[in-house]
């Protein structure tokens, strides 16, 4: 079955610092990849998404992620985190041919100033 | 362009009741898909429709229903409403339907069963 894991429920780090979130997918074939961010009382927001080809994906707002397929992760990371990044992060795996997203749990990140 | 529209924002039920809520997709968006939110279980798909067709269902029982209109608008309904459904419905519009494209959130209708 299809799943995804973020293994980190809250995470706080200080203005400035770097910043990792954590995910590992179950999926059969090759997932279509993706992270977004919900602000409270808002939507959710792509960040970037992973399809094929370079395993580094470039997002908005300064975010990266690399999948690595022997480690079934695609984790996400920012350089230098902004106190503006305070939100909910989601990983989600989409099998391809459907809009169909499956969602993780989700990390809540603090940024301290 | 103007964004995923979701309406109402806010709604409140009390059990047994049945609810309607609404999708306005981005103008060209054929694609929309449906979510539930709650604390305890997270985001799961509900269904997507495409060109007035449910392409794919989740796992909910049915009492969770919905369709789309030529326009592509989309509307779901919950009949007999539980305590447990009690959560925030996001909708999401795509211009296609192979999973590449990107899905555009609306800001939920947030339901709240007494």
């Known amino acids: 079955a299809q799943s995804v894991t973020q293994p980190d429920i809250h995470i706080t780090v200080s203005e400035g610092a770097s910043l990792e979130l954590r995910c590992n997918y179950s999926?059969?074939?090759?997932?279509?990849l993706f992270w977004y961010v919900q602000s409270p009382g808002q939507g959710l927001q792509l960040l970037l998404k992973?399809?094929?080809?370079?395993?580094l994906v470039q997002g908005i707002k300064g975010f990266e992620a690399e999948f690595k397929r022997s480690q079934s992760s695609f984790n996400l990371r920012k350089p230098s985190v902004h106190w503006s990044d305070a939100a909910e992060y989601f990983c989600a795996v989409g099998p391809g041919g459907y809009n169909k997203l499956i969602f993780g749990a989700g990390t809540r990140l603090a940024v301290h100033p | 362009k103007a964004g995923v529209t979701q309406t109402p924002r806010y709604l409140i039920k009390t059990r047994g009741q049945q609810v309607t809520l609404s999708c306005s997709p981005i103008?060209?968006?054929?694609?929309v898909s449906w979510y539930q939110q709650t604390p305890g279980q997270g985001l799961q798909f509900l269904f997507e429709?495409?060109?007035?067709?449910?392409?794919n269902k989740g796992n909910f029982p049915g009492r969770f229903s919905g369709r789309q209109f030529s326009n592509s608008r989309s509307e779901m309904n919950v009949s007999t409403l539980e305590l447990g459904d009690s959560a925030l419905y996001l909708c999401?519009?795509?211009?296609?339907?192979?999973?590449?494209?990107?899905?555009?959130f609306g800001p939920g209708t947030r339901l709240t069963v007494l």
């Open positions: 992973y399809f094929s080809g370079d395993t």
């Open positions: 999401a519009s795509s211009s296609g339907t192979s999973g590449h494209n990107e899905q555009f």
């Open positions: 999926y059969g074939a090759t997932p279509y």
């Open positions: 429709y495409f060109s007035e067709t449910q392409r």
């Open positions: 103008s060209g968006h054929r694609s």
